[in-house]
């Protein structure tokens, strides 16, 4: 039997029977449509995680007071609750040789009051290094310098979100005066939105000087965390190997174990927030999966179907000459036929879903060539694995008994 | 040329074992129109699937042209079944939303022939088994009984065969409708030498052929010229 024969069959097959055919193809759209959709969303959601946390800045070792902690387990109570680092050890890391730039931090939630309206917020106390090292970038006025943070003025940088909170989205908020903790501080600079969502928004912030921080705010001398930047990726072991050591001695600490601090690699934060979205990923995928598994199903129930309404045609077949072969080929060509039917509409469903899901949902989702592949593949997969049975069944057929069949 | 040589089937199932054909021989030359009769039961279906290379004996030599088929795998005797023999089934067993052109073709899809040659010896089929090409293009479901035994005398011709064997052609038609269908088979065994097996369990349908050969109880019962061959005219307007 040629080719062309094989497929001529199949169309006329597929075409005698469309409502069933068509309903069965669905089966396998929504499967196929559902695996693709879903891996764009989580590989989308993966994407726009990894970018927001590049957005905190490049190469960056991050040394969070208390214990240490394994890479992506971070209890935010923990975090700056621990007293163990200060001003100064910032300081001296800033001198070794790796470290680019130094930014600690103390940072408080706080209510914030301004003109009769209030709002409760992340106030931050940085030293001027923070916007290099974070990449923040201010929009309206300007950080506060030096000078500023050494005589602990009460001057703040408000985020865009907070600025809508505050004085309504679209205000001059550089000039206006806003009160933290019963302190008046003059706005002296807004951020440019960085359109932080999710996790943390970092539009939601007030930056002040660390030491007015320290004084108005938690009244001691500790920091929540300071971040050190490298000079480049490459230093960036070497610093943080340089950064513990540093501080172990400064600590008067002999084993690494029982650290008052503990330190983390952008690199490992990365790799969590990857893991996780991973997978979710899977998840997502491995649910769609089902459902294309239950596409299968319905093609191999179809296929029975048809095998058992088509034993006389079958049996005619065999009668003429058709052999075992020629039987199973064309029925394993109609269920393949079908679910690659069914793959070609399902990435064009899935391409749908995951451009509205984007466009409407505001998650990013990409659709990747890998995952069509994957879905093509995975698709004339099941039309084999689900038309083998119902074709063997087929060709198995004895011609004597199937042309006798009613 | 067919050679039945104490051909014997036995069927088990389970402890049971049952013996539907008892050692028959005979020969059938090229050009002859035979009948096999027998009521139900007598063994004539099983002979007819062992002379149509559907089945194979259990004892006994089976000899078509100068194939010994009574030992082949399936895949073997499909493909004698192609090459060699042409059937006409009582329930005609068309496909039923193809059309008539198709349902004739089909015998060539398996042979592999070109497609413009399978058009040409399906239409020439069609013409032989008396229906006129105004129906070729028509659903096999769209015309009447009598035509589409037709379509299935011009499938079974369709790829030359030795052999055409005919089970109960005319089981599913009226008197009148059967006649005609049987004098289309006297007329190509008469006028193209084709050879004919008619199995049937009806004497009236049986005079048709020129020998006679009656099976009862798995054996053999006669074998002999047909004295009052009943010949009739066919008229391709009747059907």
């Given at each position: 039997?040629?080719?062309?024969?094989?497929?001529?069959?199949?169309?006329?097959?597929?075409?005698?029977?469309?409502?069933?055919?068509?309903?069965?193809?669905?089966?396998?759209?929504?499967?196929?449509?559902?695996?693709?959709?879903?891996?764009?969303?989580?590989?989308?959601?993966?994407?726009?995680?990894?970018?927001?946390?590049?957005?905190?800045?490049?190469?960056?070792?991050?040394?969070?007071?208390?214990?240490?902690?394994?890479?992506?387990?971070?209890?935010?109570?923990?975090?700056?609750?621990?007293?163990?680092?200060?001003?100064?050890?910032?300081?001296?890391?800033?001198?070794?040789?790796?470290?680019?730039?130094?930014?600690?931090?103390?940072?408080?939630?706080?209510?914030?009051?301004?003109?009769?309206?209030?709002?409760?917020?992340?106030?931050?106390?940085?030293?001027?290094?923070?916007?290099?090292?974070?990449?923040?970038?201010?929009?309206?006025?300007?950080?506060?310098?030096?000078?500023?943070?050494?005589?602990?003025?009460?001057?703040?940088?408000?985020?865009?979100?907070?600025?809508?909170?505050?004085?309504?989205?679209?205000?001059?908020?550089?000039?206006?005066?806003?009160?933290?903790?019963?302190?008046?501080?003059?706005?002296?600079?807004?951020?440019?939105?960085?359109?932080?969502?999710?996790?943390?928004?970092?539009?939601?912030?007030?930056?002040?000087?660390?030491?007015?921080?320290?004084?108005?705010?938690?009244?001691?001398?500790?920091?929540?965390?300071?971040?050190?930047?490298?000079?480049?990726?490459?230093?960036?072991?070497?610093?943080?190997?340089?950064?513990?050591?540093?501080?172990?001695?400064?600590?008067?600490?002999?084993?690494?174990?029982?650290?008052?601090?503990?330190?983390?690699?952008?690199?490992?934060?990365?790799?969590?927030?990857?893991?996780?979205?991973?997978?979710?990923?899977?998840?997502?995928?491995?649910?769609?999966?089902?459902?294309?598994?239950?596409?299968?199903?319905?093609?191999?129930n179809m296929m029975l179907t048809t095998v058992t309404?088509?034993?006389?045609?079958?049996?005619?077949?065999?009668?003429?000459?058709?052999?075992?072969?020629?039987?199973?080929?064309?029925?394993?060509?109609?269920?393949?036929?079908?679910?690659?039917?069914?793959?070609?509409?399902?990435?064009?469903?899935?391409?749908?879903?995951?451009?509205?899901?984007?466009?409407?949902?505001?998650?990013?989702?990409?659709?990747?060539?890998?995952?069509?592949?994957?879905?093509?593949?995975?698709?004339?997969?099941?039309?084999?694995?689900?038309?083998?049975?119902?074709?063997?069944?087929?060709?198995?057929?004895?011609?004597?008994?199937?042309?006798?069949?009613? | 040329?067919?050679?039945?040589?104490?051909?014997?089937?036995?069927?088990?199932?389970?402890?049971?074992?049952?013996?539907?054909?008892?050692?028959?021989?005979?020969?059938?030359?090229?050009?002859?129109?035979?009948?096999?009769?027998?009521?139900?039961?007598?063994?004539?279906?099983?002979?007819?699937?062992?002379?149509?290379?559907?089945?194979?004996?259990?004892?006994?030599?089976?000899?078509?042209?100068?194939?010994?088929?009574?030992?082949?795998?399936?895949?073997?005797?499909?493909?004698?079944?192609?090459?060699?023999?042409?059937?006409?089934?009582?329930?005609?067993?068309?496909?039923?939303?193809?059309?008539?052109?198709?349902?004739?073709?089909?015998?060539?899809?398996?042979?592999?022939?070109?497609?413009?040659?399978?058009?040409?010896?399906?239409?020439?089929?069609?013409?032989?088994?008396?229906?006129?090409?105004?129906?070729?293009?028509?659903?096999?479901?769209?015309?009447?009984?009598?035509?589409?035994?037709?379509?299935?005398?011009?499938?079974?011709?369709?790829?030359?065969?030795?052999?055409?064997?005919?089970?109960?052609p005319t089981g599913n038609l009226d008197s009148r409708?059967?006649?005609?269908?049987?004098?289309?088979?006297?007329?190509?065994?008469?006028?193209?030498?084709?050879?004919?097996?008619?199995?049937?369990?009806?004497?009236?349908?049986?005079?048709?052929?020129?020998?006679?050969?009656?099976?009862?109880?798995?054996?053999?019962?006669?074998?002999?010229?047909?004295?009052?061959?009943?010949?009739?005219?066919?008229?391709?307007?009747?059907?």
């Open positions: 039997m040629k080719t062309s024969d094989i497929l001529q069959e199949t169309y006329w097959a597929l075409l005698s029977n469309k409502a069933r055919s068509g309903l069965t193809v669905l089966g396998i759209v929504i499967g196929i449509g559902s695996v693709i959709a879903m891996i764009a969303i989580g590989q989308g959601a993966q994407g726009s995680i990894q970018s927001s946390i590049q957005s905190l800045g490049a190469n960056l070792i991050i040394v969070f007071p208390g214990a240490q902690r394994g890479p992506g387990v971070q209890a935010s109570a923990g975090r700056g609750s621990a007293q163990s680092l200060k001003l100064s050890d910032a300081e001296a890391i800033s001198r070794l040789p790796e470290a680019k730039a130094v930014s600690p931090e103390v940072s408080s939630r706080s209510q914030v009051a301004a003109r009769g309206t209030n709002t409760n917020t992340s106030i931050v106390g940085v030293t001027p290094s923070y916007p290099g090292v974070r990449n923040v970038e201010v929009d309206q006025g300007s950080f506060f310098t030096d000078a500023q943070q050494r005589s602990s003025e009460k001057v703040a940088i408000i985020g865009p979100s907070v600025r809508d909170d505050l004085f309504g989205a679209g205000n001059e908020p550089v000039g206006q005066v806003i009160r933290i903790k019963g302190s008046q501080f003059k706005v002296i600079g807004m951020t440019k939105a960085k359109g932080g969502s999710g996790f943390n928004n970092q539009d939601d912030q007030i930056f002040i000087p660390i030491t007015t921080a320290q004084r108005y705010l938690t009244g001691n001398e500790y920091v929540s965390q300071i971040a050190v930047q490298a000079n480049d990726e490459a230093s960036m072991a070497s610093l943080q190997s340089g950064v513990t050591s540093l501080l172990l001695q400064r600590h008067n600490i002999g084993d690494a174990a029982s650290a008052d601090f503990s330190t983390m690699n952008q690199a490992d934060i990365v790799a969590a927030a990857s893991s996780v979205t991973g997978t979710f990923t899977l998840l997502l995928g491995s649910v769609a999966g089902i459902s294309l598994i239950v596409g299968g199903i319905g093609i191999m309404e088509r034993t006389r045609e079958i049996g005619l077949r065999k009668a003429i000459g058709a052999k075992k072969r020629d039987i199973s080929l064309q029925f394993l060509a109609e269920s393949v036929a079908l679910t690659f039917l069914g793959g070609f509409l399902g990435i064009l469903l899935g391409g749908l879903i995951s451009w509205a899901v984007a466009r409407f949902g505001n998650i990013a989702s990409s659709v990747s060539a890998s995952s069509v592949l994957l879905a093509f593949g995975v698709s004339a997969g099941i039309g084999v694995i689900f038309g083998y049975w119902p074709a063997r069944r087929a060709a198995g057929l004895n011609p004597i008994e199937a042309l006798r069949y009613e | 040329m067919i050679e039945c040589q104490d051909i014997s089937k036995t069927y088990v199932n389970g402890p049971n074992s049952t013996t539907v054909l008892k050692g028959v021989s005979f020969s059938i030359a090229d050009g002859e129109f035979v009948a096999i009769m027998g009521p139900s039961g007598s063994g004539k279906s099983t002979l007819m699937n062992i002379i149509g290379a559907l089945d194979s004996p259990t004892d006994g030599s089976y000899r078509l042209d100068d194939d010994d088929v009574s030992k082949l795998s399936d895949d073997e005797l499909a493909d004698i079944r192609m090459r060699k023999i042409g059937f006409v089934f009582q329930s005609f067993n068309l496909l039923r939303r193809a059309t008539v052109l198709r349902n004739v073709m089909l015998p060539l899809v398996y042979a592999e022939v070109d497609h413009e040659e399978r058009v040409r010896r399906a239409r020439q089929s069609l013409i032989d088994a008396g229906l006129p090409e105004k129906w070729h293009l028509n659903k096999s479901n769209e015309i009447s009984g009598g035509q589409m035994q037709r379509v299935a005398i011009a499938r079974a011709l369709v790829n030359d065969p030795s052999l055409i064997l005919a089970d109960e409708t059967g006649e005609i269908v049987l004098s289309t088979f006297q007329r190509l065994n008469r006028e193209q030498g084709r050879t004919v097996v008619l199995i049937t369990h009806e004497l009236y349908v049986a005079e048709h052929a020129d020998r006679i050969i009656h099976i009862k109880d798995g054996g053999i019962l006669s074998d002999s010229k047909n004295p009052n061959k009943r010949v009739v005219h066919e008229s391709h307007e009747d059907v």
